[in-house]
Each structure stands twice: as structure tokens, then as C-alpha cells.
């Protein structure tokens, strides 16, 4: 599973009106369908959307190429290598479009091309990028409300916290699972990771929930066992 993650940062608003406010809600500009970059925790900005929590996809290298053809977040192909096989496919849709039918040999011809193998993790190295994001749940009190790690990517749905960005979070996600990956002697050669983070802002308790849901399917989705994670934390009722 996953949503349309290409190459860098993306961000989308979800939700309506929340009903539970966080203890210092984050204002951004606008609404619609690609929300603004969020300003610094803490900071001020302009009445508009408030935002609780983030879907946050992290994907490994070669998961997602900015033209798949079944779509990106990507405006444009910077690997030359890969502009045979065609533009960025940006698209607008919230939805995940991992299942859109589409030209296979393609995608997977595409990837042939990059410099490396794109990354997969088996059952222990997804154990350790666990462990590693349970290191930085504890060490910055980010509270996690469902995680699934998947062979080439993992989603997360995070609290919004307090005094870290979601950008920082992602990165310290990433290099504490890396750092974990080495010190268990699983790791890669190179950092096993795709540039940026894709990230859905979630702006009520109902698109939590959602969120968290589609989390938590996402394993059987893919064929792979139910993931439980001693990082988690459930919400509420």
C-alpha cells in the first residue's frame, strides 16, 4: 500500500474542524487540496487550519519514482536516467493510487535504471528501522498512534508535537533506523532511504482515526502478518 509518494516533500490537509485542539495548535495559511509547509513549532501564522496529527509515509530509495505511471507528488524527473521512461506524473488526488492500474513493465523498467537496487527490507532489517523509530519516540516524546513497516516503505501516523517540525521527526526517524540497521549489522552501504517524506496534514480526530485505520490494514493489504509496536500508543476510545 501507500499513497502517491514521489520524489521531496509533500504535504496534504484532511479533515474539517477538530475536536480535540493540541496543547499548541499550528495555524496554517489556506486550505484545499495541497496545504502550505507548516511554519516552526510554536510559531504564529494566519487563522486557518489547525493541525493535530500527520500521516507520514518514509520511503526507501527506489519505492516511488517521480513518473510511476500510476502517479506522483513529483513536478519534475531531476535523474536523467530516468527521463526516457517519460515526465512526472503529478497528480492532486488525497487518495492512494497504489492500485490504479497501470503499465507494470514500465514502472519496473524505470527502475532498472536507477544508479542503485532499489531497497527492501526483509523481516529483521524492518525490525530494526522499528527499533530505531522507537529510540526517537522515546528520546523526544513523539507520540505515535500506528506504524507499519513496510518491505519498502513505512507509514506512520504522528501526534503533532509541540517543538519538533514533522520535518525533523521524519529525519530523526530515518537516522535513528539507519543507525539501528548498522549496529545490528543489517544495514546498507548507502542510506537506504528516498529523499524528503510524503505527509498528510490531519485535522480532526475522525481523520486520525481514518488514518490510523488505513495504517493498521495496511500490512494485510500487502498479503503481510498484522503489526503490533511496543511504540504505539492507542488513542482514546
Not at 498528510?200 to 509496536?229: I, K, M, S, T
Request: charged content about 20%; some cysteine; aromatic content about 8%.
Amino acid at each position: 500500500g501507500g499513497g502517491a509518494g514521489g520524489a521531496g516533500p509533500a504535504e496534504v490537509s484532511v479533515g474539517g474542524g477538530g475536536r480535540r485542539p493540541p496543547p499548541r495548535a499550528i495555524f496554517l495559511v489556506g486550505g484545499g487540496g495541497r496545504a502550505a509547509r507548516p511554519p516552526p513549532p510554536g510559531g504564529g501564522g494566519t487563522l486557518g487550519i489547525v493541525v493535530i496529527a500527520y500521516h507520514l509515509v518514509l520511503t526507501a530509495y527506489g519505492f516511488w519514482l517521480p513518473n510511476d505511471p500510476r502517479g506522483s507528488w513529483s513536478d519534475e524527473v531531476r535523474v536523467f536516467a530516468l527521463r526516457p521512461f517519460g515526465a512526472a506524473t503529478k497528480v492532486n488526488t488525497r487518495r492512494s493510487v497504489a492500485k490504479v492500474e497501470h503499465n507494470r513493465l514500465r514502472r519496473v523498467s524505470a527502475k532498472s535504471a536507477l544508479k542503485y537496487p532499489p531497497v527492501k527490507f526483509n523481516g529483521v532489517q524492518a525490525r530494526a528501522v522499528a527499533r530505531g523509530i522507537a529510540e526517537v519516540c522515546g528520546s523526544h516524546q513523539v507520540m505515535v498512534r500506528a506504524a507499519a513497516v513496510m518491505p519498502d516503505h513505512v507509514h506512520l501516523v504522528v501526534d503533532r508535537h509541540a517543538a519538533v517540525s514533522i520535518e525533523d521527526v521524519a529525519r530523526r526517524f530515518k537516522a535513528a533506523a539507519t543507525r539501528r540497521l548498522n549496529h545490528e549489522g543489517v544495514g546498507f552501504r548507502r542510506s537506504p532511504w528516498a529523499k524528503g517524506r510524503w505527509s498528510v496534514f490531519l485535522r480532526d480526530e475522525a481523520a486520525v482515526v481514518r488514518a490510523v485505520r488505513y495504517v493498521e490494514q495496511n500490512p494485510a493489504r500487502a498479503g503481510l502478518r498484522p503489526q503490533r509496536w511496543s511504540f504505539v500508543t492507542a488513542m482514546d476510545g
